[in-house]
């Protein structure tokens, strides 16, 4: 247990020491400054809505409207700076000191694992705090339910993260974790879901319709956990329905299990 | 008797391609016995398939066949390996660090802490000489203090057993020696120490037993003096005039004429020795000196090796016909 928190602390002092992560905290910074000054010159705006539920708070409403850009991009640039973590680790002369010391595998891995998590983690805390703090001073609207965005984000990074890290392995590469990543993030989950919602009745044959249920199913639900589980986590409202958060779940499970499989038996 | 650090038995690695297609085998068969407290050189060119066994022992790649034990533990217990320090070849360091945070890192990951640790670290910087740069980035080290700070790291779980993979690399002719003496105190403290390297005369120095490596297979194992010496040769000095001797004497022993008042000669064994002898003996030579003749460890691995590559560039062409 030392051990993993050693390796997991020294992955976070790696991610400090890597310029895009300072890229990370000066865009947040700018984004805040932005929105501080928007704020501050706009003394006029007033959304409070007397009498409205929580659920229909206008400022809920802003609150989205700026953070649903920004969470996508929060997310494709952790996963920028976090695919590289696992091949950096994999290159020989660095393996081998770590594989000489009395840890096993099985922690180093997770380690990596836990420490692009606890990176990104930090990273978004500080931008989504941030932007709270802000509406919630400008708006004197004290939306705890907000904050929720933190864990639904670092959660979806969690999931792409496992992908990224069992290619890793496979490769000793970051472009294809990464790459793959991104097309699932950006193409093929919002695909998926467009098929699966609106398109699904349409298809008459079975064995496509099999086909693209599996695919669904199999495929991490990024658009769905970034869409729909956010805004209602964020808005204090019940998640209506868990299958996104659960399938992609067990897609962590299965590819941090391969990978580690994997990585106990790999030659260095 | 030594308890044994190393023992290996049958030891193989074959590398395989992605598909399978292509097999190479880069260790065959290897028995190892390597007492405890002494320092073994492992010899052989490049490619031979030394650091394949530095990286079977410590777990870092796994054997096709055959088993090995370090420390009496088995080489896939990873607790085992807080007795052992390594120094790979061309290793590397996260480059942001210090070398003291580089000390620190690998120090806690040995299971050391505190200020037992700091006091380690101080410790071992000052055997290596680098103790003016402990607060200076890696990036900014050249090759030999690279080296410097990787020997330190390999020392300073105070291990049992230390690997060193071209220790010397890079290093220049002063700081060799220094890490001559730091072996050789280490080996006075009763540490073992496998020492892969190509400097051939700095093991001569400082090994016990070296083993020599060619193609995976291993093909002499020994004690420096063991593998030099030149079994039949010996070189004499004497009083007397050699010419005056008969034709048969010099015939026998074919002596030659090193300089110097020195003379050389073949013999078939002891007993050869001891009839040429006396010989010389009855024929009025006073025998002043004689010494039995060496290779330098050079001398004899260059010629091993050429040996070996004949035979099987013999064994390949009897197989084309």
């Known amino acids: 247990m030392k051990n993993l928190w050693i390796l997991t602390w020294y992955t976070l ?13 000066i865009i947040s910074i700018l984004v805040l400054l932005v929105m501080g000054l928007i704020f501050g010159l706009s003394n006029n705006i007033s959304l409070g809505v007397s009498g409205a539920t929580h659920f229909e708070n206008p400022i809920i409403n802003v609150e989205m409207m700026i953070v649903s850009p920004l969470a996508s991009l929060c997310l494709l640039l952790a996963i920028f700076s976090s695919s590289s973590f696992v091949p950096v680790m994999l290159e020989k002369g660095n393996i081998d000191l770590l594989l000489s010391k009395p840890v096993s595998r099985d922690q180093l891995l997770w380690a990596k694992f836990l ?97 693209i249920d599996a695919f669904y199913y199999f495929i991490p639900k990024t658009h769905e956990l970034m869409g729909k589980v956010t805004v209602n986590l964020a808005s204090g409202k019940a998640i209506d329905n868990y299958q996104p958060v659960l399938t992609s779940l067990v897609f962590l499970i299965l590819t941090m299990g391969i990978a580690i499989s994997i990585f106990r038996k790999k030659d260095f | 008797m030594n308890a044994i650090a190393i023992e290996t038995t049958g030891l193989t690695k074959v590398y395989s391609s992605s598909f399978g297609k292509k097999k190479v085998e880069a260790l065959f068969d290897l ?48 607790r085992v390996k807080s007795k052992i320090g390594y120094l790979p070849e061309n290793h590397k360091y996260p480059a942001y660090l210090t070398g003291g945070e580089v000390l620190k890192f690998f120090g806690k990951l040995s ?81 073992t120490i496998f020492l892969n390297s190509h400097l051939l005369s700095e093991v001569e120095l400082i090994t016990d037993s070296v083993g020599i490596l060619n193609k995976g297979m291993l093909l002499r194992e020994g004690t420096v003096k ?7 040769e010996y070189k004499i000095s004497m009083e007397g005039n050699i010419e005056n001797l008969p034709a048969d004497v010099k015939r026998d022993a074919n002596f030659i004429n090193t300089g110097c008042g020195y003379y050389s000669f073949k013999v078939a064994d002891t007993q050869d020795l001891n009839r040429i002898l006396d010989l010389l003996r009855n024929n009025g030579i006073i025998i002043k000196e004689m010494v039995q003749q060496k290779n330098t460890l050079e001398e004899m691995f260059i010629s091993l090796i050429n040996e070996a590559e004949s035979t099987a560039n013999a064994s390949q062409k009897e197989s084309v016909k």
């Open chain 1, 115 to 211: 420490g692009g998590i606890l990176v990104v983690l930090l990273n978004i805390s500080f931008l989504i705090f941030g932007i709270w703090l802000i509406i919630s001073i400008k708006f004197s609207f004290w939306d705890f339910y907000f904050l929720n965005i933190i864990f639904s984000i670092t959660f979806t990074f969690a999931v792409l993260y496992s992908l990224i890290v069992l290619l890793g392995v496979m490769t000793k590469s970051s472009t294809l974790g990464m790459m793959l990543a991104y097309f699932i993030f950006i193409i093929l989950s919002p695909l998926l879901f467009l098929v699966e919602d609106k398109f699904n009745a349409f298809i008459k044959n079975k064995f496509l319709k099999d086909l």
């Open chain 1, 13 to 25: 002092r790696e991610a400090m020491a890597r310029k895009v992560f300072i890229s990370f905290f």
């Open chain 2, 31 to 78: 028995n190892l016995s390597i007492p405890e407290g002494t320092i073994f050189g492992f010899l052989g060119p490049n490619g031979a398939g030394k650091t394949t066994l530095v990286k079977l022992l410590l777990g870092i790649i796994f054997p096709t066949s055959g088993s090995a034990k370090i420390l009496g533990g088995g080489i896939n217990d990873y």
């Open chain 2, 226 to 232: 063991e593998l030099t010496e030149k079994k039949e």
């Open chain 2, 111 to 191: 299971g050391l802490d505190g200020i037992i640790l700091d006091k380690k670290i101080d410790e071992m910087l000052e055997l290596v000489q680098m103790t003016k740069w402990k607060k200076s980035k890696v990036k900014t080290y050249s090759k030999g203090m690279m080296q410097r700070l990787g020997l330190a790291q390999a020392m300073l779980n105070d291990p049992e057993l230390i690997y060193l993979d071209e220790p010397t690399d890079g290093v220049d002719p002063i700081g060799r020696k220094e890490i001559r003496d730091i072996l050789i105190d280490l080996k006075n403290k009763r540490k």
